[in-house]
């Protein structure tokens, strides 16, 4: 078997504002009945006085695999089988009357599964009394001889009351007892037999504290909640020969319901508690009246017959004990005549129907009707307690349904005001009832996580305390018994008539003679036995002296071994306490040194994790430096790889010039050798050298084994690409008939990124000055490539020279000095720089190469 689950205590949570008044939770009871057949199954088990267990019985396997489980469930207290009336009575109903008789409201209320015992924890049996004749019995030993005279105090229609003088409550009486009535019980009638075991409590319970200087009264109402209506079960009105029904037709209905009484409402009074209007109220004078009442209004309560219980309760029962108490005048005579002084508590016994399912109870017809109706009242009072709760819990302010149901309704007050709430949970043990007695549990848990604002003190009335026992020591009346005076008085024989109207009359003066002398003849005879019964009694009273010297003697001796042992005690004590405090002083010590090892524990603990999380800290920031200066090498590997290869290039192709320089050199030799000489030839114009030139420039390369360059797309094949026109604002406008042009360019002043990304081809317009003092333009050309990091790179191709010269100071440019062929004529040839072929990748910020700046702008990232 698996160990029990309990259940997950739950977090306390802050509730929302600041509650002026003390609450106090619901408290909530558990009450085992036992099994009516021995050999039945039980599913329900006391663990402890505040815990039971609830088994899975045999049928009921709630999970796939087979296990059976196990809940527990916590209560204030839990009564087991064994648990006797008086025990129950003393826990949880005591408290409520010590409550009521000093003027707090209280409810107490039984829930449970039809069969489970509700009835009898409330009502009893003979010979047990239940909790509801025992708070009866416990009001009237408290109040008994404190009671008002009837009809002092008369009750209203606006659940107040009203007070009477003396004469008043007086004629009252003399009224009411001419006309017999039912409703009032008379406390000299003869006890019911059939309910006189149930109210003959043994055990005596009194209240603490009664307040001796006030008068008390106390009403009893019992009314009935049936199909969501409210009836009053003490109104004297012909329940059982009502006439049935009748349809259109002036002809009685088929089925044999009755038309019931008429309901009662539900009205708020000035202080906003529920009450129902027109409802009995009988005022009692002691324990047998106030039952014989109830008794009367449960003759009437509707009971049926069910599959589950042959007297199963079809309807909510509330018996209302009401006590009014109002303070006596400041001579301690009369009642004060004050309304505004009257105090009214109200103790409100409540034995709710049995929740039930239809199919187990094969309930039909009206019996299905009332179940219907008294699940759905225990459904709203269970919604109730779950919205109060969540209210409380998490400071919410949902609205409470108390009007869905009359019996929420009519205790709206206790929830909502002040007043103390006991539940007493009843469950049959039996397997059958399982799955209900699941339900009453989780009812249960809820109910006791609500809280119910504690009652507050009445207010005292100001008067000087002990009012009524000073009236009584002037000689004011003690009750109804007549004084010593007036019975030794009526014990004599009477004085017959001393009128003397005739001189001759011979038999009045005898006759009073005669009455005078045997009134001096027992006179005498009385004090004879007074002086007897004196001398009786003062032997009495010297066989109890000596009888009490003796006690005397006695217990002074006991006293003395007493006080003998009490100092022996006395010493071991004093022993006891010096040990208990070197004890107490060496724990002290202990716990001194507890602190210190555990304040040091904690400060090498924090110290630990400090150089925990500082070495944390190194061992990442090295790792960072590590991916950093990784990143750094790879980075400046790949910069020294490209710069590599662009020198080797750059070499290879000055290299490659010059030995096709010296080729041209040897090849214009060899023709100036093999040629004869003739005339001087005419010096060829610029185009035919412009044209040898360009033809020269197409030529293979001489150098067989140097590595194949890539061939650099001219302008005139790439003239449907887009251009960046690169024209920085620091360009001088020149005024040369030819001027650059490029189709569909994007002009810029400074690069960007933007620009980049929507061309092919760049182009920056460069200007200096040349050593002859003219303007020298050079566009340098390029193709733009996308990169890897999402950026833009620009790869050199061809350097284009526009240079004005004078006619007079006209030099011919050259890379090197290369002396003049022997004929005279000059080499035709361009310069090594327009021949030249760079690339260089351009990132944002990057140098584009020696000697020339990037003005490209990062682009900026929308946020």
């Not at 005596?204 to 106390?218: H, I, L, M, N, T």
């Not at 005022?283 to 007297?311: M, Y």
Request: with cysteine.
């Amino acid at each position: 078997m698996k160990p029990a689950r309990t259940k997950t205590p739950r977090k306390l949570l802050v509730k929302k504002g600041s509650q002026t008044s003390l609450k106090d939770p619901v408290g909530v009871y558990c009450r085992v009945r036992p099994l009516s057949l021995p050999d039945q199954e039980c599913c329900i088990e006391v663990i402890n006085n505040t815990t039971v267990q609830l088994h899975t019985p045999e049928g009921y396997r709630l999970n796939r695999n087979g296990d059976y489980k196990e809940t527990q469930y916590s209560f204030k207290q839990v009564f087991g089988i064994h648990t006797t009336q008086k025990e129950l009575f003393d826990v949880v109903a005591n408290p409520l009357v010590e409550d009521l008789i000093h003027g707090k409201n209280g409810l107490l209320f039984t829930y449970g599964v039809t069969g489970s015992g509700k009835t009898h924890t409330m009502t009893g049996s003979p010979g047990e009394g239940g909790l509801l004749p025992r708070c009866l019995d416990m009001i009237f030993n408290s109040i008994g001889s404190f009671q008002a005279k009837r009809y002092v105090f008369k009750s209203n229609d606006r659940n107040s009351m009203d007070i009477q003088c003396e004469v008043d409550a007086l004629l009252e009486r003399q009224k009411r007892e001419a006309i017999p009535n039912p409703k009032t019980p008379s406390s000299k009638r003869q006890v019911d037999p059939e309910f006189a075991d149930m109210i003959n409590v043994q055990e005596f319970c009194k209240a603490e504290e009664v307040d001796e200087d006030s008068v008390y009264g106390v009403f009893v109402s019992y009314i009935e909640i049936y199909n969501n209506y409210i009836y009053d079960l003490l109104e004297e009105v012909p329940f059982d020969p009502i006439k049935p029904k009748w349809n259109s037709c002036s002809t009685p209905m088929r089925n044999t319901d009755f038309v019931p009484p008429q309901s009662k409402l539900l009205r708020e009074d000035k202080n906003h508690n529920m009450y129902v209007a027109g409802c009995t109220e009988v005022e009692v004078k002691s324990t047998e009246e106030a039952f014989e009442v109830f008794w009367r209004g449960q003759k009437k309560r509707r009971i049926a017959n069910t599959h589950l219980n042959r007297e199963s309760s079809r309807s909510h029962s509330v018996f209302n004990i009401k006590l009014v108490q109002a303070p006596l005048d400041a001579d301690g005579d009369n009642v004060l005549q004050e309304k505004e002084q009257i105090t009214i508590s109200q103790l409100s016994l409540v034995d709710l129907a049995g929740s039930e399912r239809t199919n187990r109870t094969k309930a039909e017809g009206n019996r299905l009707r009332e179940a219907g109706n008294i699940n759905q009242s225990l459904m709203t009072l269970r919604t109730c307690m779950e919205v109060l709760r969540e209210n409380q819990m998490y400071g919410t302010n949902k609205m409470v349904p108390y009007r869905d149901s009359k019996l929420t309704h009519l205790f709206k007050n206790y929830f909502d005001g002040e007043g103390k709430v006991r539940m007493i949970v009843c469950v049959n043990p039996k397997a059958e009832d399982y799955e209900e007695s699941l339900q009453v549990m989780r009812f249960a848990e809820v109910t006791q996580e609500v809280e119910v604002a504690r009652p507050v003190d009445k207010a005292i009335c100001g008067l000087t305390p002990g009012r009524r026992y000073r009236n009584q020591a002037r000689g004011g009346p003690v009750g109804d018994e007549p004084l010593v005076t007036e019975v030794v008085l009526q014990s004599f024989p009477p004085l017959p008539s001393c009128e003397l109207l005739d001189i001759n009359d011979e038999q009045t003066l005898p006759r009073l003679i005669e009455a005078l002398e045997k009134r001096h003849h027992l006179r005498q005879m009385m004090i004879d036995e007074f002086h007897k019964q004196s001398m009786t009694f003062k032997a009495l009273l010297q066989e109890f002296d000596s009888a009490v010297v003796n006690k005397e003697n006695y217990i002074q001796g006991k006293l003395n071994e007493k006080e003998k042992v009490i100092s022996g005690q006395k010493l071991e004590i004093e022993r006891l306490e010096k040990k208990n405090k070197t004890l107490e002083y060496k724990i002290e010590i202990l716990e001194k040194t507890t602190t210190i090892y555990e304040e040091d524990k904690r400060t090498l603990q924090q110290e630990l994790e400090t150089q925990n999380q500082k070495l944390q800290r190194q061992f990442s920031d090295k790792r960072r430096l590590e991916a950093r200066l990784q990143g750094m090498v790879t980075e400046t590997t790949m910069k020294w790889e490209k710069e590599c290869e662009r020198r080797v290039a750059a070499k290879q192709l000055e290299m490659q010039n010059k030995l096709w320089v010296k080729d041209e050199k040897l090849k214009q030799l060899k023709a100036i050798v093999t040629e004869p000489k003739a005339e001087k030839p005419e010096r060829p114009s610029r185009e035919r050298d412009r044209e040898k030139v360009t033809q020269r420039a197409v030529s293979p390369s001489p150098v067989p084994n140097a590595p194949p360059i890539r061939l650099r797309h001219r302008r005139s094949r790439s003239a449907g690409d887009r251009w960046v026109d690169h024209k920085p604002a620091s360009n001088v406008q020149t005024e040369t008939v030819m001027q650059p042009h490029v189709p569909h360019a994007i002009t810029v002043s400074v690069a960007n990124e933007k620009a980049l990304a929507k061309c092919e081809k760049y182009m920056l317009t460069h200007q200096e000055l040349a050593s002859d003092g003219e303007i020298e333009t050079k566009l340098i050309k390029g193709d733009v490539y996308k990169t890897r990091g999402g950026g833009q790179s620009v790869q050199f191709t061809d350097i284009e020279t526009l240079k004005q010269e004078s006619p007079t100071g006209r030099k011919r440019r050259s890379s090197t000095a290369a002396p003049a062929p022997p004929d005279g004529t000059e080499s035709e040839w361009t310069d090594v720089e327009t021949r030249c072929s760079v690339a260089v990748e351009m990132r944002a910020g990057s140098q584009l190469g020696p000697g020339y700046q990037h003005h490209a702008q990062p682009k900026r990232k929308k946020p």
